[in-house]
C-alpha cells in the first residue's frame, strides 16, 4: 500500500512508499482511511523540529474510515463500521494515569503517526478501545477533525467549565482557536477572538462561525474591548492557542480575579517570561491542557453529531495522497484552516 513515511529525523526526510499492508492482531481493528487532517505537529515532524517521531513512520494521526477487518479479541467494532480513531496506540495499562483513563498523561503511551504508523496511508491500525463508530449525522470528511476538537472540548469542557453567563477570550484563530472558539459558543458563552492583521482571514471566518467580538491586536485596544464587554472585571475564563509569550502576556491581566487562564498553544521555548504577578495579584488558575482523551472523544463526537461545529467552513482543500507534498505546503504558505488528504 501506499503511504507517507518519515524516513529519518531531520528537515523533510519524508517521501511517499510502498509499504506492507497492517496486518491485524488481538485486539486491533484494520481501517480502510477515508480523510487525515494535517495537524500543526505532523508540520513540525516534516520540519525536524518534534521530538516523538520514531523514524522510520508513517505520520498521521486525525483520520476517519472504514472498518475492513478486525483481530480475534475485537468485540464491539465490526467490519463496514464507519469509525474514526483516538491517537493511543498502546499504554502500560498501570500506572495511575491508564486506571483512570488518562491516556494523554501515560509516560509510556505510543501513539498513532508518532511511534506507531499512521493515517497518511491506504489503511491504518487502531485497537478497539481507541475506536468510535460515527453517528450517520456525521460525514467522513466532518470526522477527520474529531481528534483536534477533542483536544478542544478537554480545554474547554474538562480542564474548566463554561456557563453560558460567561466571557470568553480566545487568543489564536488557527483551527484550534476557532474549534475551540466554537466549542465554547455551544455552551452559550460569548467569546471574543483575538488575533494579528496577518490573521484578518481567519478573524473574519470566526466572525461567521458565530463568535461575537473579533479583535485584530494591532488595530485595536483590546484591553479596552475585554474590559469594556466585562464591566472592567475581565474574561471569566481566556484561552491561549497561539502558543505567543506576547498574548500570554496581553492576556493575563484581562483574565478576571479568581479566573482561569488555560494553555492550549504549545510554546517554542521550555521557559519563557510570563507575567506571573498577574497570576498571583489576580489569584488566576494558570492551567495546562496536553491532547485529549477518552471522555474528550464523546463530546467532540455528540457536538458534531448535533451540527455545534461547522466542519464545512473549516475544511478549505482536499489533497489525493499522491500529492500530499503540495498538501503539507500549502499548510505550511499559511493560507488554508484545515487541509485534508484523501486516501
Known sequence: MKAVVKTNPGYDQMELKDVEEPQVYGDKVKIKVAFTGICGSDIHTFKGEYKNPTTPVTLGHEFSGVVVEVGPDVTSIKVGDRVTSETTFETCGECIYCKEHDYNLCSNRRGIGTQANGSFAEFVLSREESCHVLDERISLEAAALTEPLACCVHSALEKTTIRPDDTVLVFGPGPIGLLLAQVVKAQGATVIMAGITKDSDRLRLAKELGIDRIVDT???????????????????????????VSAVNQGLPLTKKKGDFVQVGLFAEKKNAIDEESIIQREIAYIGSRSQKPSSWILALDLL???????DKMITKVYGLDDWREAFEAVMAGNEIKVLVKS
Not at 494591532?218 to 505567543?244: H, P
Open 218 to 244: 494591532l488595530k485595536e485596544d483590546l484591553a479596552e474591548v475585554v474590559l469594556g464587554m466585562t464591566d472592567g472585571y475581565g474574561a471569566e475564563r481566556v484561552f491561549d492557542c497561539s502558543g505567543a
Open 305 to 311: 453529531a448535533n451540527g455545534k461545529i461547522n466542519t
